[in-house]
């Protein structure tokens, strides 16, 4: 498709649904807008790359390309190589330095990481704890369910679950 005009109308047309699927996720060092921007990334390479002779409909492969995209930046994100990026302070602007915590504010933030600790070992499973750990080292759904032998709808669902305690938890 070369048309400028149609492709404008296609990213706008699907724009919610980039929104959408990006909503799902979460990038470290990012925003909601930096995979909103990947999702479009992936909507425009499966305008440009669609082929209707293939069979599959627009929409499906739309879909395909947009989940392939903004699950490449998150991998991305989670690299041990981009550390520096992520967690680096400007030293532009000197206003927002964070401030050297004094001994009591390292001790309540001790016991704050002690009490969601604790919460999470009391509400979570088993398996939705390991699926925890697993994810915050950095395991995908395909390795999580590999190394747990699960399958993926199990560790998702635990990830879901999860979500759903962390969300009590906070509010």
Avoid: W
């Avoid at 979460?26 to 930096?34: E, K, P, S, V, Y």
């Amino acid at each position: 498709m070369n048309d400028e005009t149609s492709v404008d109308h296609l990213l706008q047309r699907y724009k919610p649904l980039v929104k959408k699927k990006a909503a799902a996720y979460f990038l470290i060092g990012g925003d909601r807008d930096d995979l909103i921007q990947e999702g479009m990334i992936g909507l425009y390479k499966a305008i440009r790359d669609y082929d209707s002779s293939a069979g599959s409909p627009f929409h499906a492969f739309a879909l395909l390309c947009i989940n392939r995209q903004i699950l490449s930046a998150v991998k991305a994100g989670t690299r041990q190589k981009h550390i520096p990026l992520n967690t680096s302070l400007s030293l532009e602007n000197t206003e927002n330095l964070p401030y050297a915590p004094n001994p009591e504010t390292l001790f309540i933030g001790r016991e704050n990481y002690y009490d969601i600790e604790s919460y999470l070992q009391k509400h979570l499973s088993a398996f939705e704890y390991a699926v925890l750990s697993l994810y915050l080292e950095g395991h995908n759904h395909t390795e999580t369910s590999a190394i747990l032998q699960k399958n993926s709808k199990a560790v998702d669902n635990a990830l879901q679950r999860i979500r759903r305690k962390m969300q009590k938890l906070l509010t």
